[in-house]
């Protein structure tokens, strides 16, 4: 009776084609968050590390033995205005 009425096996291949795109869709949206999440750590280590060094290393000078006093020769000392 079971073969006169359709009792086969119905036929899922559209929900386990479904099932699979969902599965892949979710793996790559878990692969950009780590990425997006690994790139934001290093920026906060960057950050962080600019702040511990400060911004005074840009500004010695490296012509001196003792950068903080500065530049002693003449034509150093001279500005544009």
């Known amino acids: 009776m079971g ?5 086969g096996k119905p036929d ?5 084609e479904s099932l ?3 599965r892949e869709q979710t793996a790559a ?3 950009k968050a ?3 999440k690994r790139t ?4 906060m ?3 962080k590390r600019l702040l511990a060094r400060g911004g005074k290393g840009s500004l010695l000078s490296d012509k001196r033995l003792t950068p903080e006093t500065g530049l002693d020769d003449d034509e150093y000392k001279t500005t544009l205005g």
């Open 3 to 7: 073969g006169l009425l359709g009792g």
């Open 12 to 16: 899922t291949s559209a929900a386990e």
């Open 20 to 22: 699979r795109l969902q």
């Open 29 to 31: 949206a878990t692969k």
């Open 34 to 36: 780590e990425e997006e």
């Open 40 to 43: 934001a750590a290093e920026d």
């Open 45 to 47: 280590s960057a950050k």
